[in-house]
């Protein structure tokens, strides 16, 4: 016995040293792990996993319990991140490493350039799966989810018409008209329109409050009806030279020049808070918007906003669900996203949240078309809205727009609404953070 | 896993003193056998320890070094970071493109800034709570615990509740101010409040958790030094210059040297700080730091070669700050020895 126990020992010492390493290594390892597996038992019984950013509707309408209810050998697990920006930027390096990624991927229009280009090949194409036709949608929305091999990567999920809301009582305060069709008259045709009736708001403002939210808001709604914005029809960066950014960004300079907007940061903790307390009187409010008014203003506001038809129609926002290659269940996955994008359940959508159908069929269900909100002293936005999308004319985009909308309002518009920066100098700094984070 | 190996030598080499029926006594047994146990036993004490240390040093391969190597390699190169399997041979131009850039140096300077008033205040108070709870007061251990609760909160949550606080509209620290007839400090915007928010929540986070090195250093300092300087008539603030800091000196370099570390890499607070512009640091940049410039290079510019090179620029940077540290010390050192 004795004899043999120290071999033994230095043996199992060994053996135990090198399997807790490889113990150690592994667990070091498996961080990452995509979140769908099939359960071992049932053999058909799968797991669907959705990643999306902000307010996608589908648990609020109850869609998933519907679908997980209709597919018993279905569950849908889902994960919701706050920071549209964040969200991709997870997204991009899950995709450029093929882990991570949940079955149906949430992909937002200012990115989606991106995904048909770079990244076409990480996703499956969604055109021959039940049910989905391309013409199902407005014709812009699914051309901008098609690759140049023809493969629709995307499902389109809402658009963001846009439309304007305002306070009633700040406006009769400010001898404004409070009637949505006057209103709406104060600033037809031209967004310049729109500042001018910001001064005359201002001269006689309530203490305290500003005419418009911020000056960046305003430059995005201003670009959105341009013909156009940052990329040319072939997607190359034009933006330095585009009229369309021109004309947005002198407007969004002469509003905060002209002192009437409130220099917030759109979507940041004091912009929040601001709803609250009665800061400003109108936001530009493309349909989702909506939802975030009635959040944030909460029972104070009720029946205290409105909303009034835009200067011009445009469309800022909206998304697209995707079905990454790296999936497990792509054809469970694509039968799940093309049920969520159909036009029933886009308006369930609509009717929870206010995220605006994508399809044409969804814009004309009665329950879009008459649809009013209490919140909005029972506007007509079902109307408002679908009206707004038929007059929309799409611009191109191009993979590197969502990074140089970003700088331009991040880095330039509330540079000088924060710090007086002169605006010239304010664009020499764009062009150079542009050029800067573009360029190769 | 020391106990066992102990047990297992003198198991081996004393003679048998108890079981001796079950084990009959070794010296009938042929010659080969001792050498080739000898042999093992050998490699057991010359082996084994390198084996119960290999886990560490693989995991560091694996997931320290050659991450390290990997970054310094990918920051000769461009790439992508959605086809990272492409890269283009840039030499150094990523660094030369550093050297240029504005943005580049105004987080550098934002990174030094931020790093002094969060690292100084915190260190500084960190000691002075040490010393008074190295005091015998009432419910110490209650106030030890206390003040290491900050550390064991998340950045996340802490951050959140410091965005609310410094609110410039709406936020409780103005409200504060305003009492004091100071009125509008924009905690976001401007360079220095949003500085100074930041540092704020460091020092918050850390200042417990240095104060308990500090106080474990104290308690090894030896009481009768104590009892012989009050003998002398020093008081209690003499004591605390002439016996403490200078008996705790090498814990004070070590806290110098993690603060340094930490306020270098500094990336969570400000990002979250800032919420939708956290990532390029404020409007101007006013507070973004090194890690998030790398960041804002690597991940929505998509430039991951030009961020590796910031991040190797940071690890020699910390080189550097760390080898004038160890200068300071050795000098230090002979002074005292001399």
């Known amino acids: ?440 | 896993m020391a106990t066992t190996i102990r047990a297992g030598t003198e198991d081996g080499s004393a003679p048998a003193p108890a079981d001796g029926t079950t084990a009959p006594p070794a010296p009938p047994a042929p010659r080969a056998r001792p050498a080739w146990r000898s042999r093992l036993y050998r490699l057991d004490l010359k082996a084994a320890p390198y084996a119960f240390v290999a886990p560490f040093f693989l995991c560091f391969a694996a997931f320290g070094l050659f991450p390290l190597l990997w970054t310094g390699w990918l920051s000769l190169h461009h790439v992508d970071l959605l086809t990272p399997d492409t890269m283009e041979w840039r030499g150094l131009d990523n660094y030369t493109r550093l050297w240029g850039n504005d943005q580049f140096w105004t987080a550098l300077r934002n990174t030094f800034t931020i790093g002094v008033i969060s690292t100084v205040p915190q260190l500084a108070m960190a000691l002075g709570l040490a010393h008074l709870l190295n005091y015998r007061l009432r419910g110490r251990g209650f106030f030890r615990v206390a003040i290491l609760a900050p550390y064991a909160t998340s950045i996340a949550a802490a951050t959140l509740v410091f965005v609310q606080l410094f609110n410039p509209d709406y936020g409780l620290i103005n409200w504060f101010l305003s009492l004091f007839g100071v009125h509008g400090t924009d905690w976001y915007a401007d360079t220095w409040p949003s500085q100074i928010a930041i540092s704020t929540i460091v020092t918050w986070r850390w200042t417990g958790y240095n104060a308990l090195i500090y106080l474990a250093a104290m308690q090894a300092v030896p009481k009768d030094l104590y009892e012989a300087a009050s003998l002398d008539g020093a008081s209690r603030w003499q004591q605390f210059t002439r016996i403490t800091v200078p008996s705790i000196r090498p814990t004070i370099l070590f806290t110098i040297v993690v603060s340094t570390i930490g306020a270098t890499q500094l990336f969570g607070e400000p990002l979250l700080f800032g919420g939708g512009v956290g990532v390029s640091g404020g409007s101007a940049h006013q507070f973004q730091t090194l890690s998030l410039y790398l960041y804002e290079l690597g991940w929505p510019s998509r430039q991951l070669g030009r961020a590796s090179a910031v991040a190797w620029t940071m690890l020699l940077l910390l080189l550097l700050i760390g080898a004038v540290q160890h200068l300071f010390t050795r000098r230090n050192r002979a002074q005292l020895g001399g």
Not at chain 1, 113 to 129: E, N, P, R
Not at chain 1, 162 to 178: E, S
Not at chain 1, 297 to 304: F, N, R, T
Not at chain 1, 399 to 407: A, C, P, R, S, Y
Request: glycine share 10%; hydrophobic share 40%; charged share 20%.
């Open chain 1, 1 to 440: 016995m004795r004899p043999t126990s120290r071999p033994r020992r230095a043996g199992v010492l060994l053996t135990a040293a090198l399997a807790s390493s490889a113990l150690l290594l592994t667990a070091c390892g498996s961080g990452a792990k995509s979140g769908s597996d099939a359960s071992p038992g049932g053999g058909e019984k799968i797991t669907l996993t959705v990643g999306d950013f902000g307010t996608f509707g589908y648990k609020e309408a109850g869609l998933y319990d519907e679908y997980m209810a209709a597919h018993p050998n279905i569950t849908i697990k889902y994960e919701t991140a706050q920071d549209g920006q964040k969200y991709w930027d997870a997204l991009t390096t899950h995709l450029a490493s093929n882990s991570g990624l949940a079955d149906i991927q949430a992909v937002e229009v200012g990115y989606i350039a991106q995904a048909t280009g770079t990244l076409a090949d990480k996703f499956t194409d969604l055109s021959k799966v039940d049910g989905v036709n391309s013409g199902n949608w407005l014709p812009w929305k699914s051309k901008q989810a098609t690759t140049a091999k023809g493969a629709l990567i995307g499902l389109g999920t809402d658009i963001g018409p846009m439309a304007i809301c305002y306070r009633t009582d700040l406006f009769q305060q400010a001898g404004l008209p409070t009637d949505r069709a006057e209103v709406a008259k104060l600033w037809q045709g031209d967004w310049s329109r729109f500042v001018e009736a910001g001064k005359a708001y201002q001269a006689k403002a309530p203490a305290g409050t500003f005419f418009t939210d911020s000056a960046s808001g305003l430059f995005n709604a201003a670009l959105s009806a341009e013909a156009q914005q940052y990329s040319d029809a072939s997607g190359k960066l034009v933006y330095k030279d585009s009229p369309g950014v021109k004309k947005a960004w002198d407007l969004a300079v002469s509003a905060s020049q002209a002192k009437i907007s409130a220099g917030l940061r759109q979507f940041q903790d004091p912009w929040n808070a601001a709803f609250a307390n009665a800061k400003f009187a109108t936001v530009v409010c493309p349909s989702w918007m909506t939802g975030i008014i009635g959040k944030y203003s909460g029972d104070s506001g009720k029946g205290k906003w409105d909303i009034a038809a835009p200067p011009v129609a445009s469309n800022w926002g909206g998304a697209f669900l995707t079905v990454p290659k790296a999936g497990k269940h792509q054809k469970e996955a694509a039968a799940l996203a093309a049920w969520l994008t159909a036009p029933e359940q886009q308006a369930k959508v609509f009717t929870k949240v206010g995220n605006l159908p994508s399809t044409v069929g969804g814009l004309q269900q009665p329950a879009v078309q008459a649809a009013k909100q209490d919140y909005f002293n029972g506007a007509p936005t079902g109307q408002i809205f679908a009206a707004s999308a038929q007059a929309i004319q799409p611009s191109p985009i191009g993979e590197q727009d969502g990074n140089v909308k970003t700088i331009i309002t991040d880095n330039g518009v509330l540079d000088i609404e924060e710090h007086g920066t002169d605006p010239a100098k304010a664009w020499a700094n764009v062009v150079k953070l542009v050029d800067d984070k573009t360029g190769h």
